[in-house]
Nanobody, 127 residues
Framework: QVQVVESGGGLVQAGGSLRLSCAAS??????????MGWFRQAPGKEREFVAG???????LYEDSVKGRFTISRDNAKSTVYLQMNSLKPEDTAVYYC???????????????????WGQGTQVTVSS
């Protein structure tokens, strides 16, 4: 059984910061072996990749968030974080955390490479 639960969304003014958390667990799996990703979906748009972190701590970012967002993980807490700074109105979306099913996989920007998803958390950035 796999559980992926996001938290930390909210309403913030442009230029502000938020930190999203994602607690993940899977029976028979060790979190430290798992590759995790953050995606977002704005109204009327496709779900898009934001950031990913592999089991070996290699990291990928979507170009528009580089230098503003930071993904990290705490294996002792089975949690991955997304620190979002200098937020812009165009960052407004539902943010989803996702886990790749197979262990020891590279980080990926492809939505189809992730097998387990959380319910999402709303981030709204006002201008």
């Amino acid at each position: 059984q796999v559980q992926v639960v996001e938290s930390g969304g909210g309403l913030v003014q442009a230029g502000g910061s938020l930190r999203l958390s994602c607690a993940a667990s899977a029976s028979g799996r060790t979190f430290s072996e798992s590759t995790m990703g953050w995606f977002r979906q704005a109204p009327g748009k496709e779900r898009e990749f934001v950031a990913g972190i592999s089991w070996s701590f290699s990291i990928l970012y979507e170009d528009s968030v580089k230098g503003r967002f930071t993904i990290s993980r705490d294996n002792a807490k089975s949690t991955v974080y997304l620190q979002m700074n200098s937020l812009k109105p165009e960052d407004t979306a539902v943010y989803y955390c996702a886990m790749r099913m197979r262990p020891f996989m590279a980080a990926s920007t492809e939505r189809g490479d992730y097998n387990y998803w959380g319910q999402g958390t709303q981030v709204t950035v006002s201008s």
